[in-house]
């Protein structure tokens, strides 16, 4: 968990500075909550794959599909409430969550691969 943090942190910190120096033309002004959304997913997620590694791993392939449905249904809620809200720059907007969510994905991914071949 506190790697997706770091990460969280470090994507906040280079979005700002886009913001500070007047390069985020390609940033949607909801980029801080999708942060916030994709924080509180990958806490989510790490807690459920606790779950998983519970008891010799018997049920961690369960768990594993179970948080990717977990995280595509909440991502399709949150953007289905941004959109029914009215953002402005649909396109922006759907791009960085895209963007983000490939990133959270790759992230997680990378992270529990490298916690299966540590324990094998």
Same mark, same amino acid.
């Given at each position: ?5 770091? *990460?969280? $942190?470090?994507?906040?910190?280079? @979005? &700002? +500075? #886009?913001?500070?120096?007047? /390069?985020?033309?390609?940033?949607? *002004?909801? $980029?801080?909550?999708?942060?916030? @959304? &994709? +924080? #509180?997913?990958?806490?989510? /997620? ?13 049920? &961690? ?60």
């Amino acid at each position: 968990m506190l790697r997706s943090l770091l *990460a969280t $942190v470090l994507l906040g910190i280079a @979005f &700002f +500075l #886009a913001r500070h120096y007047h /390069i985020d033309q390609w940033f949607h *002004a909801f $980029v801080p909550y999708m942060l916030v @959304f &994709f +924080l #509180a997913v990958s806490f989510l /997620i790490h807690r459920l794959m606790e779950f998983g590694f519970r008891d010799k791993r018997d049920k &961690f392939v369960q768990f594993y599909l179970s948080t990717v449905v977990v995280r595509l249904l909440l991502c399709i809620v949150f953007v289905g409430i941004s959109l029914y809200i009215g953002i402005e720059n649909v396109k922006i907007f759907i791009a960085n969550f895209f963007a983000l969510y490939l990133f959270y994905t790759i992230f997680e991914i990378y992270g529990l691969y490298r916690n299966l071949r540590r324990d094998s």
